[in-house]
């Protein structure tokens, strides 16, 4: 939730209860729904919370988003009323085929990046409808944002997509230090997100993919070795896809 005054902007509402409970106990208006893709969890509130209220909902034009009101294709801006961000629509195809990004650029602050079920902490998405060759390009698309950019992606699974990492990539002295920072973070149950771009370049296997120790990883793994970026990308999205 992006909160602006009184005004409320909630991304991905997958349940309709703990958006309004938040709303009311700090008194705000919800304003606007953004939606990165079709799955249930996160369009699942969405009814719930416009029932009766007429609240705009945008959604990637390429997948059918209930009560979308907004139809967003790639480039698109979008100007939530009563927020003062605007963002700006990527498509990052992939986990589905019609999946979108949200970046903004706030004024006084460090670029964010809502990127749903694409770009995890130190993963990425399982490819239910995309290729390799989909998904290896929405991820370089978002590696090349501002390395400051905060990543706020839909789950938080960071602790086992760290687990997996030091199986590929165990000589990653950057990788060993965010785990622990993790750790810590978790038994103090305090979030690990947002990440940043800067971060995910140096510890998440899934844009390291031309990284040396990464290959080496995959060539033992797989008994050949990578043939491209692409080729890369798959094998080592199977092998999580295994574990």
């Not at 990052?92 to 079920?117: M, N, S, W």
Request: include cysteine; hydrophobic fraction near 45%.
């Amino acid at each position: 939730m992006i909160v602006d005054g009184r005004s409320a902007l909630v991304v991905d509402p997958g349940d309709a209860a703990p958006v309004s409970a938040a709303c009311a106990a700090q008194g705000l208006d919800l304003c606007g729904i953004l939606v990165t893709h079709h799955h249930h969890d996160h369009v699942g509130g969405i009814a719930g919370l416009c029932a009766g209220r007429a609240i705009p909902v945008w959604g990637p034009a390429r997948e059918d988003i209930p009560g979308r009101t907004v139809a967003l294709d790639d480039g698109a801006r979008v100007q939530v009323p009563g927020i003062a961000l605007a963002f700006t629509v990527l498509a990052v195809p992939g986990h589905t085929l019609g999946h979108i990004a949200y970046y903004a650029e706030p004024a006084d602050a460090d670029p964010l990046l809502l990127c749903g079920d694409t770009l995890f902490s130190a993963g990425c998405g399982r490819l239910f409808e995309g290729t390799p060759q989909h998904m290896h390009a929405s991820l370089q698309r978002l590696a090349a944002l501002p390395e400051a950019t905060r990543v706020y992606c839909a789950h938080e699974y960071t602790l086992s997509n760290l687990q997996f990492a030091a199986r590929v990539e165990p000589g990653n002295a950057a990788l060993r230090r965010h785990a622990a920072w993790c750790a810590q973070r978790m038994d103090a149950q305090q979030p690990t997100l947002p990440s940043t771009i800067g971060t995910e370049l140096r510890i998440n296997p899934f844009l390291r993919v031309d990284a040396q120790e990464v290959r080496a990883s995959l060539s033992g793994h797989c008994g050949r070795a990578p043939r491209d970026a692409v080729d890369a990308f798959a094998l080592l999205r199977r092998w999580k896809d295994d574990v």
